[in-house]
């Protein structure tokens, strides 16, 4: 609001300064459309997966994907790659020589895993430990000891070594549970994040013993599969929705964001880097300890982005679908931008509507977020909806019919805030016998699958705005294809379709629909 206020105080200077700003977030935005603004692309010479990331310092560091491990010891200008029997699901080295990678069978029900040790930088992996489970999270208490957890068809599993990984007990917790994601404190205080719903187990001796500390209001059934903590205070923990604590786990917040779907969490001091998944693929920031965000990398072109790792405050990286991996040496941007004032698409002024559902596009700013008000009248003296999206597209519902509305866009971010955009109007005209799958004619929209977690079917609703041919196909973790659930011509509106999952065993799958050439894609869950 400082920047606001500052830079509207004379009209001219004002003018000035929004040309001299708009010109400078058109350059950012030709940056960051071409090279991913102040990421560059990794070559690993691979089409597969990446699905898990560890860097044990900005030098040396090791990918995962299905059935094998690339190593870099330059920062991830060369990589060699090793064979392993499975799919990558966990990555952790205690250094450069001693670390820890579990797989599951490929495809395989019920899972069989396999958790491997090397001692000599990746170059041999053994067999340490093999079972049932599907293994996500290691932690180490110190060199000797150790704990990871696991799932597979509705139960949980707790491995714990005392001799640095030669040997691994086992504790199997009841149906019901999901572990995700286990990180320790010290040698007695850890946590535990999973569900459903979204949970926080907390131990006090070393993972003899846990207790729940924290369940989310959230009753939907989501799960946490990623808990960190970058200092004996402050942690973060990420599923669905995004929870933070400052008082080392007592007590966890929910941060919510015009975005969900959060894969994967990094943080070093007080800043934070969230990678979330959804509709649109996104890297939000944090210097205060995740109590303000500010969105830092839009990523477009890939299914899926599965890890985000930084050794520091400046090295980090991403990995994703078809071997796609990002490097910032910077932290991932170079500057925050005062927002851009922005320019409204449509509805434009003085448009007449028959219909109760509006789509509202405007002007994107990279850096920002954007908050949309609506109001009766052009003062803006009541208003209607205030709402604030990452994205520059979004579909409102359930207009009245004979209403004169008014809009309008600013961008927020942690800097200040830019100009209102123009104010433009528009009118809602008869909706009186206008169905309202008929209503929305522009929007092609994949709604969130019902229930989630779900046990053996759910429903998969969608809308598309014209008759046409529609694809879905479903997708493991891997990013292989494990059902063809529709392909023919569908008539305008909303669809809906049932998948029986009996046959398949639990985990998270994504789907993917596919209508002309626009492409939707949500992430499920199976949870037996």
Not at 326 to 338: A, D, E, R, V, Y
Not at 494 to 517: D, H, L, R
Request: hydrophobic share 35%.
């Amino acid at each position: 609001m400082a920047a606001e206020q500052a830079l509207g105080e004379n009209p001219m200077g004002r003018y000035k300064q929004q040309i001299r700003i708009s010109l400078i977030l058109l350059f950012l935005l030709l940056i960051a459309r071409d090279s991913y603004s102040q990421w560059s692309r990794q070559d690993t010479t691979n089409t597969d997966g990446l699905y898990k990331i560890f860097f044990v310092d900005s030098t040396y560091g090791f990918a995962g994907g299905n059935g094998f491990i690339l190593k870099t010891t330059d920062g991830g200008l060369n990589w060699t790659r090793k064979s392993l029997f499975g799919e990558v699901n966990l990555l952790y080295f205690l250094g450069k020589d001693t670390g820890f990678c579990a797989t599951n069978t490929a495809g395989g029900y019920p899972y069989t895993h396999n958790l491997y040790r090397t001692t000599n930088g990746g170059i041999v992996w053994q067999t340490v430990d093999s079972g049932s489970f599907e293994l996500y999270s290691m932690t180490f208490i110190n060199s000797s000891m150790g704990l990871v957890v696991g799932t597979a068809n509705g139960q949980s599993v707790i491995l714990k070594t005392t001799n640095g990984g030669t040997n691994w007990s086992q504790n199997i917790y009841p149906s019901g549970t999901y572990f995700g994601s286990i990180v320790m404190l010290n040698n007695q205080i850890g946590f535990i994040a999973g569900g459903a719903p979204e949970k926080i187990w907390k131990t006090t001796d070393s993972g003899n013993s846990w207790f729940i500390t924290f369940t989310s209001a959230d009753l939907r059934g989501f799960i946490l599969n990623k808990i960190i903590f970058s200092d004996s205070l402050h942690g973060f923990a990420c599923g669905q929705n995004f929870y933070k604590t400052s008082d080392g786990g007592n007590t966890w917040i929910n941060i919510t964001f015009p975005v969900d779907n959060h894969i994967s969490v990094s943080a070093h001091a007080n800043k934070c880097w969230l990678l979330s998944n959804g509709e649109s693929k996104n890297v939000l920031y944090s210097s205060d300890y995740g109590e303000s965000w500010v969105p830092i990398l839009k990523i477009f072109n890939q299914r899926y982005m599965m890890d985000i790792f930084f050794t520091d405050s400046q090295n980090g990286w991403i990995a994703g679908s078809d071997g796609f991996l990002l490097k910032t040496t910077n932290g991932g941007f170079s500057s925050i931008p005062i927002p851009n004032q922005p320019e409204l698409y449509s509805p434009i002024n003085d448009t007449l509507l028959n219909t109760n559902t509006v789509i509202f596009n405007w002007s994107e700013d990279n850096f920002a977020f954007h908050r949309i008000q609506i109001s009766q009248n052009s003062l803006f003296n009541v208003i209607t909806t205030d709402q604030i999206y990452l994205d520059n597209i979004i579909r409102i519902n359930n207009f009245q019919p004979y209403t004169h509305n008014f809009w309008r866009v600013r961008s927020e971010n942690i800097i200040g805030n830019s100009y209102w955009s123009n104010i433009a109007s528009f009118e809602i005209g008869n909706v009186v016998g206008v169905r309202e799958i008929e209503s929305v004619v522009r929007d092609f929209h994949l709604f969130q699958n019902y229930p989630n977690p779900f046990n053996p079917s759910t429903i998969i609703k969608f809308n598309i705005p014209y008759k046409g041919l529609v694809t879905i196909k479903m997708y493991d973790v891997l990013g292989r294809e494990t059902a063809h659930l529709l392909g023919k011509q569908l008539p305008q509106g909303e669809n809906t379709i049932i998948w029986n999952a009996e046959n398949y065993p639990s985990g998270i799958y994504f789907c993917k629909v596919q209508y002309s050439s626009m492409i939707k894609t949500m992430k499920l869950l199976l949870l037996r």
